[in-house]
């Protein structure tokens, strides 16, 4: 999940007015075979994680005992078994530190389901009563606005600005629930921060890379929450995050991620428009014919390079652009289902279009005015991606996106400053934002 560039990134949004739920309380296992569970308890540590301990006895030594601490994180994660640090002998306390980082990133409102087992030699088992726990950014006073199956979670700014974010969620999921013909039938969450700052704990491209000096405005890590930075068009970050969630629904299944032109652009097609310095990107690299090679933009990789990442954004979103206009929402919608089958991206791309990627970015390329792009003869391969300088020179504001099985947007700090100068002039001048679709 996650990517960092110079543009915006996108959360969820809803209508209600209650604190976000926080489960403490832990139910207590009974004996069996000898072993009373005493107590359970489960604390919070935002950002580090949730610390779980468990507190028995038993006339049966602990050498002679296993203890398991099991826990799932819904929706996507699987059920996990560990072992977790005990002390003592008939009398036990034992302790699991649930870690939120790189490995496993906790995001606000994670639901951790979990209970303890007790095993001894002979085959007897004790288990405490299933519970969960939901993980907090405490540092908060969480309220909330929920409609239909989409909330927002909030601590500051007017109620009315909220409640007009959470309407453009509706109205974003609804469109690209019709574009890709899926319904996202679950609750979806959008913490929204104040700012890039506040937020900065909750983001898992934050905890991977805090040395980059990436500003990161949104993301999607789990499938049904997002977290939004309210710093940069937050209607723009809200609409991008949603459709990152509605595309994962989309080729939910047991095969492998969407190339990230194909996830990044369709989050970046709807927004209501490209950010000046995408605009500009593209413009001028289609002018110099030095646009990117398709199959290079496939990869996460793509976000450890010094290529122009306003480019790779501005030219995903007119690729997909190209698809859909080109050959209709119909196919385009083929194109998600038929990679929820299984198809890899070339046969896919073939099964519903008639060419592959290389085949596509050439058609594309007539589409701008540019001349075909002469493969390399190797499967999967085309011309190199050049590396580029940041489009805006010296003091400029490049940032960089990471494509990966997440979704969200990130800027570098001279990039932040720069898009608020940007906006602080246009609002000055009285200049309508030119909206593109």
Not at 202 to 208: G, I, K, L, P, T
Request: aromatic share 8%.
């Amino acid at each position: 999940m996650k990517r960092v560039l110079l543009s915006i990134a996108i959360a969820l949004a809803v209508v209600t007015a209650a604190p976000l739920p926080g489960a403490r309380a832990m139910p207590t296992g009974r004996a069996q075979s000898g072993v009373v569970v005493d107590s359970t308890n489960a604390e919070n540590d935002f950002p580090n994680g949730v610390n779980f301990s468990l507190s028995f006895h038993s006339d049966v030594d602990l050498s002679k005992l296993k203890v398991t601490f099991r826990y799932t994180i819904p929706p996507e994660g699987a059920s996990v078994y560990e072992e977790p640090e005990c002390d003592g002998g008939t009398k036990v306390q034992c302790t699991y530190n649930l870690k939120s980082g790189p490995q496993l990133f906790l995001v606000p409102g994670a639901n951790v389901n979990y209970y303890w087992q007790v095993d001894d030699d002979a085959g007897n088992s004790v288990k405490t009563q299933p519970a969960t726990f939901i993980y907090d950014d405490t540092r908060f006073d969480w309220k909330s606005m929920t409609e239909g199956n989409l909330t927002v979670f909030y601590y500051a700014g007017d109620e009315s600005d909220v409640r007009s974010l959470l309407q453009t969620g509706i109205e974003g999921l609804q469109r690209m629930e019709q574009l890709l013909n899926t319904q996202v039938g679950f609750p979806v969450k959008v913490f929204l921060y104040d700012s890039a700052e506040d937020m900065r704990p909750a983001a898992m491209s934050s905890s991977e890379s805090p040395e980059r000096g990436v500003i990161t405005l949104g993301e999607v890590f789990f499938s049904d929450t997002a977290v939004v930075a309210h710093d940069v068009r937050p209607q723009d970050i809200m609409r991008h995050e949603l459709a990152h969630i509605v595309v994962r629904q989309a080729v939910k299944g047991p095969f492998g991620n969407l190339p990230a032109w194909l996830d990044e652009g369709t989050a970046m097609y709807a927004q209501s428009d490209l950010l000046s310095n995408e605009e500009r990107a593209l413009e001028s690299a289609i002018e110099s014919d030095e646009v990117l090679s398709l199959r290079a933009m496939s990869s996460a990789s793509l976000a450890h390079t010094s290529v122009n990442v306003s480019l790779f954004y501005g030219q995903s979103w007119s690729v997909i652009s190209f698809l859909v206009d080109q050959y209709g929402t119909e196919r385009f919608a083929d194109l998600f289902a038929t990679f929820k089958a299984g198809s890899t991206v070339d046969k896919a791309l073939e099964q519903v279009y008639g060419f592959e990627q290389d085949g596509l970015e050439n058609a594309w390329r007539e589409s701008v005015g540019l001349p075909a792009r002469k493969s390399t003869g190797q499967q999967g391969q085309t011309t190199p991606l050049p590396q580029l300088t940041p489009f805006e020179g010296n003091g400029g504001g490049s940032g960089e996106q990471e494509a990966g099985s997440g979704g969200g947007f990130a800027v570098g700090a001279a990039a932040l400053l720069a898009a608020l100068a940007v906006l602080v002039v246009a609002a000055v001048a009285m200049t309508a934002v030119r909206r593109r679709r």
